[in-house]
């Protein structure tokens, strides 16, 4: 009964204001029964609190929203509650639902000690300590049948741990979310690529592969992944492998890039990478489409104005919007927060227009009851010869 009663106190308190600072390298999902944007930490960071900190944004329930003036609500942390520290660059996913989002580690405030893994409920207005796993920065992550994935990232000395190494690694990670195991997702009949950090994931849902595009790697320094470098893990199974034959059809392929986001299609066909910034901080505010069975990138040409470039932003989609929302540009929070593309038209707009479907009756729990049942075979029996064997150790100042 307690913790329930405090998280509605919690609610009643939640204070409303007309803007939100701009910020980079936050995590923000959709709920799709409450009709909410949430939105966690982000840079730069506070000197009030050293509390994670969580806002909400209301979906207009039918009609046209202005992202110009938005109203977010900022959250208190319930007294009492163990929140995370504040954070940037942290793995961040829903966990399938419709309900809570899970972080771990990412960069922590200055002096702040590491955030392991936690899971947020956005009814409840809870905080929840799930794991002790060593943190790690700049992992993408996706919620995909009954787990959540993530590959790469780096452990350095932001993450609030003492540490002398910098330690890459190149294969993914299951969380369990059912159980909250997590373990290394290790292949008996594929070797492993590269290491990559500050990537992009996808997951699709027609092939079972988790895609992940860009970032960088680590090639005697820190170099950015080449576009036609894309890496591939079947979740079913258990194989990695790399898109090898991807081309462009717009003559060159798209700029190498990190800080990006990508989401699939409403077809599930195409990938829809958004931004990024060069190795110089130096933001891209273009549309590329990657062609999952032809192997293809294609520039896509939008209509009005886009946001400004950008990296570090996060995209959520409501119906058939994608949202980009804050980012960074050359080390500064970009001072356009919000701005809307509609996946079917591929306009951009400041002034979506929400409720033409009927998203707020739908139940919670309708999505998980569709979602295929995984082959069996799927165990998390990493061994520590195995996981040594396939992370890469660099000396932190040779990144
Ligand atoms: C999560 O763990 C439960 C209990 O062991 C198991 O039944 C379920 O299949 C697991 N889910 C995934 C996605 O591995």
Request: avoid cysteine.
């Given at each position: 009964m307690y913790k329930p009663i405090l998280g509605l106190i919690c609610l009643a308190l939640a204070g409303t204001v007309q803007a939100i600072e701009s910020r980079y390298g936050q995590g923000c999902a959709y709920i799709k029964h409450s009709r909410e944007i949430y939105c966690f930490g982000g840079e730069?960071?506070?000197?009030?609190?050293?509390d994670m900190p969580v806002f909400s944004l209301d979906i207009t329930d039918k009609g046209t929203m202005d992202l110009k003036t938005l109203e977010w609500k900022t959250i208190p942390k319930a007294s009492g509650d163990v929140a995370p520290q504040a954070a940037s660059k942290f793995m961040f996913s829903p966990t399938g639902d419709d309900d809570s989002i899970y972080i771990e580690g990412g960069k922590v405030c200055p002096g702040c000690p590491p955030n392991y893994g936690y899971t947020y409920s956005t009814s409840k207005k809870l905080w929840k300590q799930m794991n002790n796993y060593k943190p790690i920065v700049t992992t993408p992550a996706v919620y995909a049948n009954g787990a959540i994935w993530s590959f790469g990232g780096v452990t350095d000395s932001q993450i609030g741990l003492p540490q002398k190494i910098t330690t890459l690694y190149n294969i993914a990670v299951k969380i369990n979310t059912t159980t909250w195991n997590q373990g290394y997702y290790t292949s008996e009949t594929s070797t492993y690529p590269q290491a990559t950090w500050d990537s992009s994931m996808v997951y699709s849902p027609l092939d079972n592969l988790l895609i992940v595009i860009g970032g960088y790697e680590y090639l005697e320094k820190s170099v950015l992944v080449k576009m036609d470098d894309i890496i591939a893990i079947d979740i079913g199974e258990k194989k990695y492998s790399k898109l090898t034959g991807t081309t462009s059809l717009?003559?060159?392929?798209?700029e190498s890039r990190h800080g990006h986001t990508a989401i699939m299609d409403p077809t599930n066909k195409f990938v829809v990478m958004f931004g990024g910034c060069d190795s110089n901080m130096v933001g891209m505010n273009d549309i590329w489409l990657y062609n999952i069975e032809s192997r293809t990138w294609e520039k896509k040409n939008t209509y009005g104005t886009p946001p400004s470039k950008r990296c570090r932003h996060s995209v959520v989609v409501v119906e058939n919007y994608m949202i980009v929302l804050f980012g960074e540009y050359l080390g500064y929070a970009t001072d356009d927060i919000a701005m809307a593309l509609d996946l079917n038209t591929w306009t951009w707009t400041s002034q979506p227009v929400f409720g033409s479907q009927t998203n707020k009756v739908e139940k919670r729990g309708v999505e998980e009851a569709t979602t295929t049942v995984e082959s069996s075979?799927?165990?998390?029996?990493?061994?520590t010869g195995v996981i040594v064997s396939v992370i890469f150790v660099i000396i932190a100042n040779l990144l």
């Open positions: 730069p960071f506070s000197s009030a609190s050293n717009s003559g060159s392929l798209p075979g799927l165990s998390t029996k990493a061994t």
